[in-house]
């Protein structure tokens, strides 16, 4: 059996949506991650879109993406038996990962929940806390959600329309940060406790996090004092933005990084075709080859050459409308033009790139009782490690699927008493 990364690992996954990213990165590399959920299930597991549009807490797509290869069991931490089950199962973790509020937090440490004493008693623990706005300051109570978390960290001020309003970006992208962010600061830490046998607190604010994804916009305001606005679909220079092709859009970045291949290829590209014009001259190309970051000073740039950017722009939109998006991605990028396809969820799908490298997975998810399992089309890990190599082991599990495997196989907890704790749900 070919070893994983993260062999011999076990991590808690108590995260709600915050954090099932976190736990699914470390699963995929071959932690076993287990989920502890409350009786019921974690109520997330409710959240659309369903499977055959069947709502419930087994067929939540959502879910099942963000949960592959772990574990679940069930326990009530309000009541004291399910605490102590808790902390048997605790002793044997390596890495905690929980999302509570803070009034959840609140409410457990009085009950007797307490991080600080699980790290007390167990020094090599790494304790892995995502909250909205971190665990002191000012907001650190405060309620957050994903569109709440982009709204904070400054992100929906650059997603929109010049004359609209901020925008939330799709697929709970605040959540997916922390998520990252979350899992490389226990792997950190667990580095660190496997070398010196001391654990610690972990903690990732998803405002902190969310906030480095703001692009230069830190460095305007640092540098200007300006604050960075909403672009749209707005090109500031000719071959710089958007642009519709026959069948979608691209992205052209040409001349404006000072990377890739000049506004001279794009246009013996275009010459070569017959959709050139008098771009082709002299005085023209020079105008073009000051659209460089390097040459934005030269005062020609706002008194001459506007003229030949505003016709420039012209032809290459229709030049850009006259091939397919997969035909400007790949003849540009063979001149070595910034030049990137807009993919849609169907592009991605039938890329016989990413099928040439088998990224997308099969898998059968196990669904509500009575029903046939779905067959699944997943998306594979983000990276790929040669001699550890990551892969989807089982599917998400079923609400407590794994009580009798764990608290009982391997806990060694009699399953009468389990039982007598919880009632016949526990098995």
């Known amino acids: 059996m070919v070893p994983t990364a993260l062999d011999g690992v076990r991590v808690l996954d108590l995260t709600s949506e915050m954090g099932w990213y976190a736990g699914k990165l470390l699963a995929d590399l071959g932690a076993d991650v287990i989920k502890v959920e409350p009786f019921g299930g974690d109520p997330a597991r409710g959240r659309a879109p369903f499977w055959r549009g069947i709502p419930g807490r087994e067929t939540s797509l959502r879910f099942w993406y963000f949960n592959t290869n772990k574990r679940s069991v069930t326990v009530d931490l309000q009541q004291y038996d399910g605490r102590w089950l808790f902390q048997q199962l605790v002793a044997t973790a390596d890495i905690v990962l929980e999302s509570w509020t803070a009034e959840e937090r609140a409410e457990l440490i009085d009950l007797g929940v307490d991080p600080d004493e699980f790290l007390r008693e167990q020094p090599s623990l790494v304790w892995t806390s995502i909250t909205g706005f971190g665990l002191d300051g000012p907001r650190a109570g405060w309620t957050v959600t994903d569109i709440v978390a982009q709204a904070a960290a400054g992100i929906a001020h650059l ?57 230069t916009s830190h460095l305007f305001w640092d540098f200007q004092r300006i604050s960075r606005q909403r672009i749209g679909e707005q090109l500031r220079m000719p071959g710089a933005g958007t642009y519709e092709t026959a069948d979608g859009y691209i992205y052209s970045l040409v001349g404006l990084s000072g990377f890739g291949a000049p506004w001279s290829t794009l246009i013996d590209w275009m010459e070569s075709e017959g959709a050139a014009g008098e771009l082709a001259e002299p005085q023209h190309r020079e105008a073009m080859a000051a659209t460089d970051l390097r040459s934005l000073r030269n005062p020609r740039i706002n008194f001459e050459w506007p003229p030949i950017f505003h016709r420039a722009q012209e032809l ?36 016989a790139h990413l099928s040439e490298r088998q990224w997308w997975l099969e898998l059968d998810q196990p669904t509500t009782l009575g029903q046939p399992d779905a067959a699944l089309t997943l998306p594979g890990p983000p990276y790929r490690l040669s001699a550890t190599p990551t892969e989807i082991r089982r599917p998400a599990p079923r609400i407590g699927e794994h009580n009798q495997e764990v608290w009982v196989d391997e806990l060694g907890i009699p399953a009468e ?10 098995i």
Do not use: H, W
């Not at 496997?194 to 998803?206: F, H, I, K, L, P």
């Not at 008493?417 to 526990?426: K, P, W």
């Open 159 to 215: 997603a929109g329309y010049p004359d609209g309003s901020p925008m939330r970006i799709a697929g709970n992208q605040a959540y997916i940060v922390a998520g990252i962010s979350a899992a490389q600061g226990a792997l950190l830490a667990l580095l660190q406790a496997e070398a010196s046998g001391d654990g610690q607190r972990v903690e990732t604010s998803v405002q902190e996090a969310l906030s480095i994804c703001q692009d």
């Open 417 to 426: 008493d389990l039982i007598a704790f919880a009632g016949e749900r526990a």
């Open 316 to 351: 290459l939109v229709d030049f850009y409308r006259s091939k397919t998006s997969l035909e400007c991605y790949e003849q540009g990028q063979s001149r070595r033009l910034l030049i990137g396809m807009v993919a849609s969820p169907q592009d991605l799908a039938e890329s």
